[in-house]
């Protein structure tokens, strides 16, 4: 119910932008977020928006990435710009349902040096 795309294969400075399609059953009134997972870490919250536009970031991405959400296309947006190597990882589209984070199909994002 948690589709994410986007990921690829960018250079340090690039930028990238996911998407995750949810149904809408499971995303109108709902905080849906991002986390991302790089090999040998622990998984971590990268950015979180509430049904009502509020968001909160962890401070290694203030400034440079941006999420958001489209209520009309039940889809919510990672906007990963001056991307650097320590942002590669798996990144997973999530959404919290009656205080439980329920995570998708990850999608790589790898950034060259």
């Known amino acids: 119910q948690l589709q994410a795309s986007g990921g690829g294969l960018v250079q340090a400075g690039g930028s990238l932008r996911l998407s995750c399609a949810a149904s809408r059953s499971i995303f109108s009134a709902n905080r849906m977020g991002w986390y991302r997972q790089a090999p040998g870490k622990q998984r971590e919250l990268v950015a979180g928006?509430?049904?009502?536009?509020?968001?909160d970031y962890v401070d290694s991405v203030k400034g440079r990435f941006t999420i958001s959400r489209d209520n009309a296309k039940n889809t919510v947006y990672l906007q990963m710009n001056s991307l650097t190597p320590e942002d590669t990882a798996v990144y997973y589209c999530?959404?919290?349902?009656?205080?439980?984070?329920?995570w998708g199909k990850g999608t790589l994002v790898t950034v060259s040096s």
């Open positions: 928006i509430t049904s009502g536009g509020s968001t």
């Open positions: 999530s959404v919290t349902l009656y205080g439980i984070i329920y």
